[in-house]
């Protein structure tokens, strides 16, 4: 496709964060031919209502962009609303979109390894997500692209036709998923991601990856990931409504896309390194659930 995939960017009152998201982002390869939509979240209340200006100053004296429309929120959305929102309407217009938040740090070859990996799986229904991140592990001898089910949301992209199918229903999934349901969400014990669900259904949180994850899940559908990040999380410091506080992993800052490979299938390897840096028990059962799940995934073309 020639034209370059827009980008939708979701800020909510840390300027500084902001910044330092939205720079890197126009330093990628292609920023100057990328549409952009920064969605500005509204003020809770007096007491942050002087950082949400200073986010929309930094917004609006951004370039580097082909364009760049800002749409700031007449309430608080809140980040699950505003990004279920703001995806649906760049989707929607555009057939595709690349999704980053106030706290992501770009490399220079994000955008082109998006657009190149939106436009290979355009028309494969089995691929429904593009990560640029992957978990901090040993990466020798891992292959640079892999498939899998799971889907991480720092710095991703999807088709309007998969976001379509997005369902935040945490009363049907607890009525209609069974308990081995369940146990292959949690890739077999690997990581508890059902307990969010959970926690959305007793309201104690409202989310929206987990079930962007579980639309995939439900659809049997498989993400590409880089084993070698194309971002890093800068906002592990408690300023987040839902990062929380943890060590922000390095990112090689000049980084570039080199084009993906012809062939890009499931890792096991891989699989297993994820599964140490989760959860040490568990890892030979974690291995053999994803093989079973993406046998015959193997799809580039």
Known sequence: MSERPP??????????????????????????????TVFCDGARGDQDRDQVDAVARVVAETTGFRSLKIVRRDRNFGLADNIIAGVSEVA??????????????????????????LDRYCDDEQVWHV??????????????????????????????????????????????????????????GAHDFYAQITGNLEGRIRTWAIFW????????GV?????????????????????????????DRGREFDGLPGDIGPSPETVL?????????????????VRSRLRGAVVNR
């Open 131 to 188: 990560s640029g991140w992957l978990y901090d592990i040993d990466r020798t001898g891992l292959p640079e692209y892999f498939l899998w089910p799971v889907m991480n949301c720092w710095g991703w992209a999807t088709w309007s036709d998969r976001w379509a199918q997005f369902d935040r229903d945490p009363e049907r999934i607890d009525r209609e998923w069974d308990a081995d349901m369940k146990r292959r969400f949690n890739l077999d």
């Open 7 to 36: 980008v939708a960017v979701f800020v909510y009152a840390r300027p500084e964060h902001t910044r330092r998201s939205l720079d890197a982002l126009a330093r990628n390869t292609g920023a100057v031919d990328t549409d952009v």
């Open 273 to 289: 390194r994820v599964s140490r840096h989760l959860k040490p028990r568990g890892i030979r059962r974690l291995a053999k659930s």
């Open 223 to 251: 993400c590409l990931s880089p084993t070698q990040p194309f971002l890093r999380n800068i906002g592990l410091d408690g300023s987040g409504e839902n990062s929380g506080v943890g060590r922000a992993q390095q990112l």
């Open 213 to 220: 994850y579980a639309t995939i899940f439900e659809n049997n």
């Open 92 to 117: 929607e217009r555009a057939g595709r979109v690349i999704v980053l938040e106030d706290d992501i740090e770009t490399a220079p070859g994000f955008l082109d390894f998006m657009a190149a990996a």
